[in-house]
């Protein structure tokens, strides 16, 4: 029986989750959690390449997250700091594509030297793209996008009576995004917390109960498996999707 939507996702989005928990259950430091995260971050950037995905997303800081203690916000900005400078040359020798969301312009400034480096260096590579998520959240986007699209109304670029999904979205901070088509989240927690809520309005969700740091390609592939056998109807019904059935 074939299925009407594609067998792998082109665009899968991860809320890496459980980095806490896992360093908590071995005695250590929450920050050793997220050490430990970076690597998963690592696996998982060639895991999905290697498995047919076109585009994989990270939520790694949201908005709400600068609200942890002082020190934690601190230590996963000196990571994010020292993972972007170790893997600009292996991006470039393995034709990975870095983009970003969320409002980057609030992250610390040699995090942002970093990303511009990044994205600048990589802008040219077409197969394969990472799209962090970073000091992201979804109500913030959308507030942000709303005072855009305000002020382009005002300034006449933009007519009132022309909006619409497509001309809103553009405001987004996912504008040239396809939405994601798969959001996994590990850690067995089973909410959104504020990620795409927007773009994953017809996305499949896989919920795991892996902690981040010990998410293995495996376990990726399980959740395409998963995604595999899911029929997205996109509001119609089955026998329109696929009329052999009847
Ligand atoms: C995810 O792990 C990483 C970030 C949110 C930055 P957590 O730090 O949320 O881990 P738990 O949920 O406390 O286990
Ligand atoms: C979501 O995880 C944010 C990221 C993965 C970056 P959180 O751990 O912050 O989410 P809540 O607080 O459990 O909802
Ligand atoms: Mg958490």
Same mark, same amino acid.
């Given at each position: 029986?074939?299925?009407?939507? %594609?067998?792998? %996702?082109?665009?899968?989005? *991860?809320?890496?989750?459980?980095?806490?928990?896992?360093?908590?259950? =071995?005695?250590?430091?929450?920050?050793?959690?997220?050490?430990? +995260?970076?690597?998963?971050? =690592? &696996?998982?950037?060639?895991?999905?390449?290697?498995?047919?995905?076109?585009?994989? &997303?990270?939520?790694?800081?949201?908005?709400?997250? !600068?609200?942890?203690?002082?020190?934690e916000?601190?230590?996963?900005? +000196?990571?994010?700091?020292?993972?972007?400078?170790?893997?600009?040359? $292996?991006?470039?020798?393995d034709?990975?594509?870095?983009?970003? *969301?969320?409002?980057?312009?609030?992250? %610390?400034? +040699?995090?942002?030297?970093?990303?511009r480096?990044? *994205?600048?260096?990589?802008?040219?590579?077409?197969?394969?793209?990472?799209?962090?998520?970073?000091?992201y959240?979804?109500?913030?986007?959308?507030?942000?996008?709303?005072?855009?699209?305000?002020?382009?109304?005002?300034? +006449?670029?933009?007519?009132?009576?022309?909006?619409? !999904?497509? $001309?809103?979205?553009?405001?987004?901070?996912?504008?040239?995004?396809?939405?994601?088509?798969?959001?996994?989240?590990?850690?067995?927690?089973? =909410?959104?917390?504020?990620?795409?809520?927007?773009?994953?309005?017809?996305?499949?969700?896989?919920? &795991?109960?892996?902690?981040? %740091?010990?998410f293995?390609?495996?376990?990726?592939?399980?959740?395409?498996?998963?995604?595999?056998?899911?029929e997205?109807?996109?509001?119609? &019904?089955?026998?329109?999707?696929?009329?052999?059935?009847?």
């Open positions: 029986m074939s299925s009407p939507s %594609p067998a792998v %996702p082109a665009h899968v989005a *991860i809320i890496m989750d459980g980095n806490g928990r896992w360093a908590k259950s =071995r005695g250590l430091p929450r920050i050793e959690g997220h050490r430990r +995260g970076v690597e998963s971050v =690592r &696996t998982a950037t060639y895991a999905a390449r290697d498995l047919g995905v076109k585009m994989l &997303t990270l939520y790694a800081f949201s908005v709400e997250n !600068w609200s942890r203690p002082p020190n916000v601190g230590a996963l900005m +000196g990571l994010l700091e020292l993972y972007l400078k170790k893997e600009l040359a $292996t991006f470039v020798r034709r990975v594509r870095l983009r970003t *969301i969320g409002r980057t312009d609030e992250l %610390p400034a +040699g995090v942002q030297k970093h990303l480096a990044t *994205i600048e260096e990589t802008r040219h590579f077409t197969d394969y793209t990472l799209v962090l998520a970073l000091n959240g979804a109500r913030t986007e959308v507030v942000d996008a709303a005072r855009a699209y305000a002020a382009a109304v005002a300034a +006449g670029r933009e007519k009132l009576n022309d909006s619409s !999904w497509g $001309t809103f979205s553009r405001y987004l901070t996912t504008a040239d995004l396809p939405d994601p088509d798969l959001v996994i989240r590990t850690s067995g927690e089973k =909410r959104v917390s504020n990620f795409l809520l927007l773009q994953a309005a017809y996305a499949e969700f896989v919920f &795991t109960p892996v902690l981040w %740091p010990d293995t390609k495996s376990d990726l592939a399980a959740a395409l498996a998963e995604f595999a056998t899911r997205r109807r996109f509001g119609l &019904t089955s026998e329109q999707l696929r009329p052999a059935a009847k």
